[in-house]
C-alpha cells in the first residue's frame, strides 16, 4: 500500500517569513495529493490540493508543488501569521476522485512566533 | 446543512464492552470514511464507503465493523473495545468527482 512521510515535524518560523513542509509518497500510482490544516481541538480541513498533471498551483500564501518523478510534494508558505499556527498534514490517493481512501503523513507542527 | 455530524463527542469504554460510533451527514455524498488520529501517527484510514451497501476495509481495520444501509448514515461499531483503540476517531465524507473530503468534528474515545 501507499506509505507518506512528512517532515519536519515540528517547525518555528517567525512572523512574516515562509515555511516550507515536504512529503514522500511511494505509490507511483497516486495521482492526488491533498494538504489539511488541523488547528487544536478542531477537525482538519483541506487548504490546498494538486493533481498529477500538475507540477504546481497556488492560492494567495499557500503553494504546493510536485515533483512525480521524485515523488514528492511540499507545501509553502509565504509571510506567514499567528492564525497559521497549527498542525498540517498531507496525503496522498491513488483513487479515481482521491477522497474515499487517504493515506495521511504523520502530521508538521507549525508554530509561528510573533 | 448541518455538514457531517458524529456522536458521540466523548466517550469513555471499559475493555471488552462494545459501541457504536454515530456518523451521518446531510449533503448527499457517495464516499464516507472513518479515520481514528493518534499522536505522531496522522490520521489512519479504518474502513471506507463508496455507497450505499458497499463498504472495503482500510489501512488498520480490525477490531471495527461498518455498514452504510444508507447514503447519510456510516457508523463505526467497536466489537469489544481493548486500550489500543483509544483515540480520536474522524469521519468524512465527500462527493463522487470532488476535491475535498469534510470531516466532522471528531469523537474522543477513552478505553481503559
Known amino acids: 500500500g501507499e506509505n507518506v512521510e512528512q517532515h519536519p515535524s515540528t517547525l518555528s518560523v517567525q512572523e512574516g517569513d515562509s515555511a516550507v513542509i515536504k512529503c514522500t509518497y511511494s505509490?507511483?500510482?497516486?495521482?492526488?495529493f491533498p494538504w489539511y490544516k488541523q488547528e487544536l481541538g478542531k477537525r482538519p480541513q483541506l487548504i490546498i490540493d494538486?493533481?498529477?498533471?500538475?507540477g504546481e498551483k497556488k492560492d494567495q500564501r499557500i503553494a504546493v508543488t510536485l515533483n512525480k518523478t521524485a515523488k514528492h510534494f511540499s507545501l509553502h508558505i509565504t509571510e506567514t501569521q499567528p492564525e497559521d499556527s497549527a498542525v498540517y498534514f498531507c496525503?496522498?490517493?491513488?483513487?479515481?476522485?482521491?477522497?474515499?481512501?487517504?493515506?495521511f503523513g504523520t502530521g508538521t507542527r507549525l508554530t509561528i512566533i510573533p | 446543512n448541518a455538514g457531517v455530524t458524529q456522536t458521540p463527542k466523548f466517550q469513555v469504554l471499559k475493555t471488552g464492552q462494545s459501541m457504536t460510533l454515530q456518523c451521518a451527514q446531510d449533503?448527499?455524498?457517495?464516499?464516507m470514511s472513518w479515520y481514528r488520529q493518534d499522536p505522531g501517527m496522522g490520521l489512519r484510514l479504518i474502513h471506507y464507503?463508496?455507497?450505499?451497501?458497499?463498504?472495503d476495509q482500510g489501512e488498520v481495520p480490525n477490531g471495527y465493523n461498518v455498514s452504510r444501509s444508507t447514503t447519510e448514515d456510516f457508523p463505526l461499531r467497536l466489537l469489544s473495545a481493548a486500550p489500543s483503540q483509544t483515540s480520536v476517531y474522524f469521519c468524512?465524507?465527500?462527493?463522487?468527482?470532488?476535491?475535498?473530503?469534510?470531516f466532522g468534528q471528531g469523537t474522543r474515545l477513552t478505553v481503559v
Open positions: 464507503s463508496v455507497g450505499a451497501g458497499i463498504t
Open positions: 496525503a496522498a490517493s491513488g483513487s479515481n476522485f482521491g477522497n474515499e481512501k487517504l493515506t
Open positions: 449533503m448527499n455524498h457517495e464516499y
Open positions: 468524512a465524507s465527500s462527493p463522487r468527482e470532488s476535491t475535498e473530503a469534510f
Open positions: 494538486i493533481r498529477s498533471n500538475v
Open positions: 505509490d507511483s500510482a497516486s495521482n492526488y
